[in-house]
């Protein structure tokens, strides 16, 4: 199914902790590492966190509005089909999430 998307994006945080920066990126729970997901079992609120995905390009924004803009640019230009097979991954990626959590196991598809 992800073949038929174009390029999506994932967001985590960088905070700034004392004198360096440090990725915060709360995707993934701990049920999930029972089917590779990278998680941070126990944060200890210094280290970096696992970061969900790789990253193919890495935007900053400056501020909450910029970021919002950012994003509203970067769908403008999706067709109805674009969205529509967004929002069905989406959703399918949902239903799969929520049965790994409680089966504690990849479960078929």
Known sequence: ?????????????????ADRWCVVDATFDPPLAAVGAPVTEHWDGVSDCAVAVDALDVVVHSSLEARNEYVLASKSGWTEGEIA???????????WLIDVRRSGSTPTV
């Open 85 to 95: 097979r967004y929002n069905e991954f989406c959703a399918a990626l949902n239903v």
């Open 1 to 17: 199914m992800t073949e038929r998307l174009g390029k999506v994006s994932h967001e985590n945080l960088h905070i700034r902790l």
